[in-house]
């Protein structure tokens, strides 16, 4: 467990740090716009622009790619996670630098409960967007899962840098602070 946990620590602080600097691979200015859109926009606003980002995100450029993400989401949410994994491998196989792929098949490794693979996807998907919100959150609830509480608020306080009305990430930061981290005494 103390080499796991290492090698988790050792990821997280590289992941934090390459957030903090990386420029997404695929930088457009729409997007760009959309997200500085999103951090000033109300509730209503910022969910109608968090669709238009996801739905962005979720363009490979192949008709092929964007094909197996949707069989691999629509597996991972009938809760067939082999099936699941399967598809989203082909599109990280055959589209290595579309980042929603490694996110969309690090959700299907999380919930099939490879906690490993799940956390390795994550960093790569994260390394190719590192405004992906919601992939950050997924290493939040990773991180409160394994007990790095410190590191799980952090990971919650990034998403609503960079969406603030990220619903889940305010809950699970509020859920953070009535049990202590954050606060100082």
Known sequence: MGLQMNILCYFVSTLFVTVGLAQPAHAQSSINDLMNDLNSSGPVEAKRLSREIERLWSQSGSVSIDLLLRRGREAT???D??????HLTAVTDHAPNFAEGWHARATAFYLKGLYGPALDDLQKALLLNPNNYNAIFGLGMMLTEFGDLDRAEQAFSQVIDL???HENASNALERLTMDGIGREL
């Open 81 to 86: 996670f082999d099936v699941a994994i399967e």
């Open 77 to 79: 949410e009938a809760g």
């Open 163 to 165: 969406n603030p009305n």
